[in-house]
């Protein structure tokens, strides 16, 4: 078992920045992709971010490309996701996942979840 929990949400103004934090604990963290997800109200989760074991492999959605880095420090068994130029649309319940398998956009391929972190972006 992983467990996973996230820290960093907020309530912060359109064009500014926050940093998510999801720290690991059950497992070794070194073997766990990890990817950020989010959550409007009303719409299905969707991928943000996803980095690979080593953290010398990302991806992102289209939307938040050139906004949004994810980063990785496998000594403190954390993964990141420092966010800049929010957007109102940036707004949702924030989670982060672990997956044994395949490093993909996809939730279904991921085995672990936090409990999620709030951003909101007021305009």
């Known amino acids: 078992q992983v467990q996973l929990v996230e820290s960093g949400g907020g309530l912060v103004q359109a064009g500014g920045s926050l940093r998510l934090s999801c720290v690991a604990s059950?497992?070794?963290?070194?073997?766990?992709?990890m990817g950020w997800f989010r959550q409007a109200p009303g719409k299905e989760r969707e991928f943000v971010a996803a980095?690979?074991?080593?953290?010398?492999?990302?991806s992102y959605a289209d939307s938040v490309k050139g906004r949004i880095t994810i980063s990785r420090d496998n000594t403190k068994n954390t993964v990141y996701l420092q966010m800049n130029s929010l957007k109102p649309e940036d707004t949702a319940l924030y989670y982060c996942?672990?997956?044994?398998?395949?490093?993909?956009?996809?939730?279904?391929?991921?085995?672990?979840w936090g409990q999620g972190t709030q951003v909101t972006v007021s305009s």
């Open positions: 996942a672990a997956t044994e398998t395949i490093v993909t956009a996809t939730t279904q391929h991921y085995d672990y």
């Open positions: 059950g497992r070794t963290f070194s073997s766990f992709g």
């Open positions: 980095i690979s074991r080593s953290g010398g492999v990302t």
